[in-house]
């Protein structure tokens, strides 16, 4: 079977996962979804649902790392700054917000965040290379700060981020003038930056 076949039932399965239940989708739906004749197509590239689940989540997630990754690598280390570092968090997920699908990209990432542990742990697994290196730049960027605090905040950074650009609408009934997306990201960038730069010297740890 082809890798265009493999190709068609992942870009489905995030489709269909992003707007409904993991496990209410049947296999005959997500072939339907994907114009894929043969009942067998998805077991025979991904073994289970799972697997399915598994790579369209890569499929998401593995650009986002590597363009994050290469854009916080090539900051210069004598001039960091809290704000450099949240761009190379903030521009590659707003990339996949506007490519083909994204928003249905970026609401299947979101789901599988609140899906159950498994999904939790694949995706901390997949996070954990550039989570560990914003860590090492904040720190850089505030000496003294407590790589604790850091750590945590850049967990929050990456939940701001997905949560807020994938989870748009409410704001066209909010009590403000503020409805244009460019502009509420911007505001977004200016809140992530402020929460990360501030009272990290300070450990909440009993």
Request: charged share 20%; hydrophobic share 45%; aromatic share 10%.
């Amino acid at each position: 079977m082809s890798q265009e076949t493999k190709d068609k039932l992942i870009k489905a399965a995030i489709v269909l996962f992003a707007q409904n239940n993991i496990e209410s989708q049947s296999v005959q739906k997500i072939n339907d979804a994907a114009g894929v004749a043969n009942k067998s197509a998805l077991y025979y590239h991904f073994k289970t649902r799972w697997g399915l689940v598994e790579a369209a989540l890569n499929h998401v997630l593995d650009p986002y790392v590597f363009e994050s990754h290469f854009l916080l690598q090539a900051l210069d280390p004598n001039k960091i700054t809290v704000a450099c570092v949240v761009d190379a968090l903030m521009k590659p997920m707003i990339k996949i917000l506007l490519a083909e699908n994204g928003f249905y990209a970026l609401k299947f990432f979101s789901r599988m965040v609140s899906a159950g542990d498994d999904g939790r742990q694949l995706i901390a697994q997949k996070l954990s290379s550039i989570a560990i290196l914003s860590t090492k730049l904040l720190a850089k960027a505030m000496p003294g700060a407590d790589t604790n605090t850091i750590s945590i905040k850049v967990l929050f950074t990456f939940n701001s981020i997905l949560n807020i650009i994938s989870d748009n609408g409410l704001e066209k009934y909010w009590p403000t003038t503020i409805k244009d997306h460019k502009a509420i990201g911007q505001y977004l960038r200016d809140y992530i930056i402020g929460g990360i730069s501030y009272n990290n010297e300070i450990s909440y740890k009993n």
